[in-house]
């Protein structure tokens, strides 16, 4: 490779790296605040992964049970989170998220209505009342089109297929970013007076997982290697409920809607196992027999949610208990079943394609499997990234000034355990709320320069595997680091397993150091894959470091050695940040104590 | 239960000055589709093969390709629907400008969209901001907002593949965009104008091509494009219409 060549630069007040909903909502108040915005997607406009989201968006609104309120969205996210949530981030989103949702509506979103014309919300797991604005099962489609289309009309620079390989420093907060444009390979500085990461999750750490190509840690990473603090890197969740068979779509996600709707889960002997074990918090709010299950779901106020509404982490530590156990499906999941609701409802299998059309096509289209008639396949898939950037609740601001983050990418509001549907609520409430600090930060720092050593520096790094003629393929490293983490830092943690993938984590970033490319550089997958390599070996070593110190189980981290809870680990939340060594250190920090009124609002509310 | 068995397929490798298909052999599995196939066949033998996707369930329309011709997702399209005794072809969208082997410059269709006049709502019927819509109202444009942006569509319309009229007619995809602004029953805009002077709705000539490659079954051409053109004949061609302009009689904008 003959030397770094030249780049070009932008310049930018604010610079949103992400066009998720997270993104995009940043971007939209960047803009109306009156400054300079720029947006680098990683893909195309419209493709990230909101798309996917299927559920609903949780906001208290109260339009289907006026028992709801922004107390109840609350405790409910706290109980979700197993308290070691950010209060003041869950206070928040509780009480902005009806207004954010109407918002979308005013931009032309169309929710499923009510009869009398309002918004329709459903229920889900974990969330007390009906609580999901939703279009059928592709709410996130609805929610990322919306936000595209109102986005595109707001003088917003887009910049579309661009990787984001650095953060840019100078006197102590970021001042841009260099990337590259995937079309043509070519480099690009852009330099801003705040910069937004939001680029979601991890799950391409993991073999099995529900999220695409684009999820390697990249904000995480980003902010980590720019001397940010993360936080609660321990909390994956791991969806109960990812497609099994066929193995090339293993991973791939079934809504939590097919239970709200009314779907059970059976093992092989069809018993509904998640009758089995109810958790303590939980069996109060619990239906204990299936008549009252299916009441609840159909409306009936005065029912109990049935166990296949508990929360994610539990749900998936059942299912896989009952594979272990030698009670799964041919394929190595449970049978996850709607098609029974046909004898109690009124248009039977149309009833059913309507609530769930995604579904049906997706499992009739990829498994020839007619939801309407036959059981689905199910088992657990790496889903959603907990932990992340941690950021101020009220500015969304990472230790790092003139750095923000929202959505997936930052931590704190879901704590150790995410509700469904409050991650399309998380990236409107937090989007916002960065785009509008962002907007006034740049405002009083203007962007900064950068020496060009240092930029140089960077491109010459970003192009090394170039220069390896006889280096390792990229892909290979990934598969072998997927499996990795799959197998000693998943669903189930045990102290030896993860102190094993901390060792090998060691052994794969050597071999990282050491893959080579072929060919040129654009829209190289192999050169992508071998950049992305980096973020997803930081952020698996601050899972698995944070994973080892955790000695308990607590929401998506569940540890077999220590099955029970700790109730000094249960005031601490974990802090991973670069040490002047350049190792990771990990510091546990106490979790913010609840003030008077909101311990109070938890406990009206157990 | 399965047997190996292993596929030919001629991928179209190359970039805007040229390039050619070029043949691989990979093993299938249970259940894959034409996406499976690709991604194995870069991790084993071409790891320089470009190609777009994202979310691997028919839900960002990132895939898009001709296989065997015909414009579809590859991560829709299951290999036990293809005849594999002979080779499976893999080529970039016909209608786009040509990047790198698989993948086509499709910013046309960014560019189109925004031509279309914005979203316009009605102010808010209750003091929180909200709007009374029912179900009924809103199901027609529901299905419009099913578009995934694959621009498969716009890839098989012969307006655009065959003619290349790309300066005077937005296509299919974009057409339905602005059937669900239209039929949007909060929004005031009118686009008739613009549908039959800037974006060539005439152009249509109702083949439905669109509508059979449409992966969310979008109804383009019956749901869409048909009530459109009727709006426009309606606006322009009737002659009653006519002689009222011609008098200066102002049209009123009328409820959707």
Redesign the interface.
Known sequence: MAGVGTWDTHDYDVLVIGAGGAGLRAAIEAARAGVKVGLICKSLLGKAHTVMAEGGVAAAMANVDDRDSWKVHFADTMRGGQYVNNHRMAELHAQEAPARVRELESWGALFDRTREGTILQRNFGGHRYPRLAHVGDRTGLEMIRTLQDHGIHQGIAVHMEFTVVSLLKDAGRVVGVVAYDRERGRFHVFRAGATVLATGGIGKAYKITSNSWEYTGDGQALAYDAGADLLDMEFVQFHPTGMVWPPSVAGILVTEGVRGEGGVLRNSEGRRFMFDEIPENYRSSTADNEEEGWRYVTGDKEARRPPELLTRDHVARMIRREVRAGRGSPHGGVFLDISWIKSKVAGGAEHIKKKLPSMYHQFKKLADIDITAEAMEVGPTTHYMMGGVKVHAETQMSTVPGLYAAGEVAAGLHGANRLGGNSLSDLLVFGKRAGENAASFAREHAAASVADSEIQSVIGRALQAFDRPSGENPFMVQRALQEMMQENVGIVRIESEVEHALGELELLRARAANVSVDGHREYNPGWHCAIDLDNMLTVSEAVARCALARRESRGGHFRDDHPGKDAALGKVNHVVRKGPDGRMQLEAVPVLPLPADLAQIVEENK | MTTSVSATFKIWRG?ASGGAFVEYQTQL?????VL?AVHQI??ESA????????????????CSAEVNGVPRLMC?T?MNDLPVDQPVTIQPLHTFPM???L?T???WN?RQ??RVK??S?RA?DRP????????RD?ER??EF?????CFLCQDVCHVLRDHEKHDEFIGPRLLI?TAS?EM?P??GEDRLQALKDEHGIGYCNITKCCTKVCPEEIRITDNGIIPLKERVVDEFYDPLKIVLRALGVKKQKTAK
């Not at chain 2, 599995?29 to 589709?33: A, K």
């Not at chain 2, 790891?47 to 990132?62: E, F, H, I, T, V």
């Not at chain 2, 929180?128 to 029912?134: E, I, L, P, S, V």
């Open positions: 970039d599995s249970e259940g894959m589709v499976d870069q991790a790891p320089d093969l470009a190609c777009r996707w994202n979310c691997k369930a028919g839900k960002c329309g990132s829709m299951r990047i790198r082997d993948v410059d499709v910013s960014y969209k925004l914005k979203f709502p808010p929180d901001g909200t709007y009374t819509m029912y179900q809103i444009v529901q907002r099913k578009c995934i942006e965009y602004l949007h909060l929004d």
